[in-house]
C-alpha cells in the first residue's frame, strides 16, 4: 500500500482546480482495494474516477483513493447480443472506441464523454437520446467501509435523469470496480433522432449511418459545442435541465413564447437549462479566470487559475438570476465537493 501525503488533483480533475488530497493512492484491483481499505485507519476515504464530474471547493481532508482498475472483455455472446464486463477504472472513450471496433452497439452515442467506467452510472450518463440505463446490465462494487463486494442490478441502482442510488443514499459509499454492458452484436439499434445528429448525417449524404457514423456524428457535435478539458477547464453541464410542472410551464409560455421545451412525462416539461442562462445574459461573461461557456451556456469554465469557489460563486449568482426572471431554480448536475 503506497499512501502518498500532501497531492496535488489539479491534473486529476477536469476544472483544473488546485486542491490537495490528505492522503492518496492509486488502486489497480479489486483486491488491492480491499487491501488499501483493511489497513486505513482513518475516516472513510473518497474514491475518484476520471475527476470529470466534480468540482473541488477546498482541500480533502481524508484519503483519496484513484480508481485504475483496468480490463474489458466480452463475457458471453448470444442471438444479437452480448455481454461486456469492463474496469471501473477503464476510460469511458477508449471504451466506447474498444467497442466499435469489436462491432459491438449500443454505447455509439455516448461518444466522447470524458470520464471512467466506474464513474458513468453514478450519474447515469446520457447524450443524443441515450441514456447509461439503456445498455446497463450490472455492476460490482465494494463497500467501503467494510470492503465487501456487493453486486447490484439494473432495479438496485434506482436510475433516474443523471441520477442513481450513488448519488442519493449511498453517495460515497462504494468504489465501483466492474461494470457489465448488454450491448448489440447486430442488427443495431440506430438512434439518430436527435437533430444536431440528423443535420450532421444529412450533411455528410449518409441516409443509412452505422454505429461508427453515429459515433463520429456525435464527435463532431461535441467537439463544436463543448469546451476540451484539456485547453479549458470543465465539467460538463454544470446544471441538470430542469423539469417543471406543466401548469408552471403554461405560464412561463405565456411570458415567454419562445421559451425552448420537450415534453417530460407524466405532467412535466423540460426545458433547457441553457437556454434559461442565456436568456439571463450569462452566456460568454467572465469573471476573472471564471466564466460561462461562450459556445454552451449550461458549462461552466475555469480559464486557468480560478479557484472552486470562484466557479461556485458564479453558479449561485447564475441560479440566483434564473430564479428571478423565470422562477426556476437550477440545481447542480456536477458533484461539488
Ligand atoms: N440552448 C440554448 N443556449 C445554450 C445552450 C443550449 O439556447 O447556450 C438550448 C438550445 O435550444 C438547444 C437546447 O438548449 O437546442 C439543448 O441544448 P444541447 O443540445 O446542447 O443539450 P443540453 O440540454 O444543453 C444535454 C445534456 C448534455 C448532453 C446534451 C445532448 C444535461 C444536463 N446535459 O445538454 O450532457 O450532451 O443534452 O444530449 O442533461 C453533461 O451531462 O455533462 C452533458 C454534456
Aim: charged share 20%; proline share 4%.
Amino acid at each position: 500500500m503506497d499512501i502518498q501525503e500532501n497531492v496535488s488533483l489539479r491534473h486529476l480533475n477536469t476544472f483544473g482546480i488546485d486542491a490537495r488530497a490528505q492522503y492518496y493512492t492509486e488502486i489497480h484491483s479489486s483486491a488491492e482495494l480491499q487491501e488499501t481499505l483493511r489497513h486505513w485507519k482513518g475516516s472513510t476515504p473518497f474514491v475518484l474516477g476520471g475527476g470529470s464530474n466534480i468540482l473541488f471547493t477546498g482541500d480533502v481532508g481524508r484519503l483519496v483513493i484513484r480508481n485504475r482498475i483496468k480490463g474489458r472483455e466480452a463475457v458471453r455472446r448470444q442471438a444479437g447480443k452480448a455481454w461486456v464486463a469492463a474496469g471501473g477504472g477503464e476510460n469511458w472513450h477508449e471504451f466506447v472506441l474498444w467497442c466499435l471496433d469489436e462491432g459491438l452497439g449500443g454505447i455509439e452515442n455516448l461518444s466522447l464523454i470524458p470520464g471512467t467506467v466506474g464513474a458513468a452510472p453514478i450519474q447515469n450518463i446520457g447524450a443524443y437520446g441515450v441514456e447509461l440505463r439503456d445498455v446497463f446490465h450490472s455492476l460490482e462494487a465494494i463497500e467501503l467501509s467494510t470492503g465487501m463486494e456487493h453486486a447490484f442490478g439494473r432495479e438496485a441502482c434506482q436510475f433516474g435523469y443523471r441520477d442513481s442510488v450513488f448519488k442519493g443514499p449511498f453517495r460515497g459509499h462504494y468504489c465501483i470496480t466492474r461494470v457489465v454492458f448488454e450491448l448489440t452484436t447486430g442488427p443495431h439499434q440506430i438512434h439518430s433522432s436527435y437533430g444536431a445528429i440528423k443535420e450532421i448525417l444529412a450533411a455528410r449524404g449518409i441516409t443509412d449511418p452505422t454505429i461508427r457514423d453515429i459515433s463520429e456524428a456525435v464527435i463532431a457535435i461535441r467537439s463544436s459545442k463543448l469546451p476540451n478539458p484539456v485547453q479549458i477547464g470543465n465539467a460538463g453541464s454544470f446544471f441538470k435541465n430542469p423539469e417543471i410542472p406543466q401548469q408552471q410551464f403554461d405560464g412561463l409560455l405565456e411570458r415567454f413564447p419562445d421559451i425552448v421545451h420537450y415534453p417530460a412525462g407524466e405532467g412535466l416539461v423540460k426545458v433547457p437549462a441553457g437556454w434559461l442562462i442565456e436568456q439571463c445574459g450569462w452566456k460568454g461573461q467572465r469573471f476573472g479566470d471564471a466564466g460561462c461557456y461562450e459556445k454552451q451556456a449550461l458549462v461552466l469554465v475555469n480559464y486557468g487559475q480560478a479557484s472552486g469557489k470562484d466557479i461556485l460563486q458564479l453558479a449561485q449568482k447564475i441560479v440566483d438570476s434564473v430564479d428571478e426572471k423565470f422562477g426556476v431554480r437550477l440545481m447542480p448536475e456536477v458533484n461539488v465537493v
